[in-house]
């Protein structure tokens, strides 16, 4: 009987520890430090807040950069990919699907290198990220949308580079854009 009392008492103390002090101590401390984060890097519109810079968003207007695509449709709460297999034949048919919308959307040649992030989804469902090369790709499509001049295509392409991202700790992945954030940035330019 006494084991079973001191086996209570350690559970409820790991209990008051783990599910209840150290989640108060590190949500205060992430508040402290760092409050935009903590808050989910959300983007607001005067009251209105309109996404987070964090999570990918559907864009199929001409006008703007197109997102990689989301098994999921965008939506955050069943986050997750489509998980076919490399050997997978509806894969391979998703696949030639994109790249054939995503040169006629943008109105580029078929032997074009399209970059393999707006071919396949994220793992997530919700990567707000693309390459620079094919935030680059899509440049023409969206000037053109917008009756854009050369010296407001030149400023679209300084967006592209000024909010280009380096690889995650210098090595792993490519120069990235975040779309939302990109997309916020055309609606400036005058």
């Given at each position: 009987m006494r084991e079973i009392i001191i086996s209570v008492?350690?559970?409820?103390?790991?209990?008051?520890?783990?599910?209840i002090i150290y989640p108060m101590v590190i949500t205060a401390?992430?508040?402290?430090?760092?409050?935009?984060?903590?808050?989910?890097?959300?983007?607001?519109?005067?009251?209105?807040t309109i996404g987070s810079e964090l999570i990918g968003q559907q864009f199929k207007s001409v006008g703007y950069?197109?997102?990689?695509?989301?098994?999921?449709?965008?939506?955050?709460?069943?986050s997750g990919g489509s998980n076919y297999g490399p050997t997978s034949i509806q894969l391979k048919q998703l696949v030639e699907e994109r790249k054939n919308r995503f040169t006629d959307f943008n109105?580029?040649?078929?032997?074009?290198?399209?970059?393999?992030e707006m071919l396949f989804a994220s793992a997530s469902g919700?990567?707000?990220?693309?390459?620079?090369?094919?935030?680059?790709?899509?440049v023409n499509r969206v000037a053109k949308a917008?009756?854009?001049?050369?010296?407001?295509?030149?400023?679209?392409l300084a967006c592209v580079s000024g909010?280009?991202?380096?690889p995650q700790i210098i090595i792993l992945g490519?120069?990235?854009?975040?779309?939302?954030?990109?997309?916020?940035?055309?609606d400036k330019i005058e």
């Open positions: 008492k350690i559970f409820l103390l790991f209990t008051i520890l783990t599910g401390i992430a508040q402290l430090a760092f409050p935009y984060q903590a808050n989910g890097s959300l983007i607001r519109k005067g009251n209105t950069f197109t997102s990689r695509p989301s098994a999921i449709e965008y939506n955050p709460l069943p109105q580029i040649d078929s032997a074009t290198f399209i970059p393999s919700v990567d707000p990220h693309i390459s620079k090369k094919a935030a680059l790709l899509q917008r009756s854009f001049t050369d010296i407001q295509r030149k400023k679209l909010l280009s991202e380096s490519k120069e990235s854009v975040n779309v939302f954030l990109l997309n916020l940035e055309v």
